[in-house]
């Protein structure tokens, strides 16, 4: 799995960052960034860190916790997504997913990410889930 048009950086093994430049698509009829992108882009990174950290296993999101926006979203605004492993079971991982704008919490949620082969069923993590150095991609 490659996620070549993404700028998502690995910092360490359990902690992976990304960025989203806030655009007038993304924006309700007054002027706000629509919650659905911005679960979109949490759950997009989560994956992304799971399929990082766990190379060999494809990923379904079976779960977000309290979703509530802390703070509004305009036109322009860089947002940051922040990601960390916080817990491993058998057969999943839970990300806590944090969105900042120029250091300011913006939303804060945890999502669970579990493996699943090729029918879609659970299947067993692999063993490791360690910190994996790639470059960042030129754009």
Not at 31 to 49: N, P, S, T, V
Not at 70 to 83: C, N, P, Q, Y
Request: proline letters at 3%; hydrophobic letters at 40%.
């Amino acid at each position: 799995m490659t996620f070549s048009s993404r700028n998502l950086r690995l910092i360490a093994q359990s902690f992976a960052e990304d960025h989203r430049l806030v655009l007038s698509e993304h924006l309700n009829q007054y002027g706000f960034l629509f919650g659905c992108y911005l679960l979109m882009w949490i759950d997009e990174i989560a994956l992304m860190a799971a399929s990082l950290n766990f190379r060999e296993c494809p990923f379904v999101t079976v779960d977000m916790k309290e979703v509530a926006s802390h703070r509004s979203v305009r036109e322009g605004a860089v947002l940051s997504f922040e990601t960390r492993q916080i817990h491993r079971e058998k057969t999943s991982v839970r990300y806590s997913a944090n969105v900042l704008r120029e250091d300011e919490e913006i939303f804060s949620t945890e999502v669970t990410q579990v493996g699943v082969d090729e029918l879609g069923q659970k299947q067993s993590l692999p063993n490791g889930g360690f910190f994996v150095s790639l470059p960042l991609p030129n754009l």
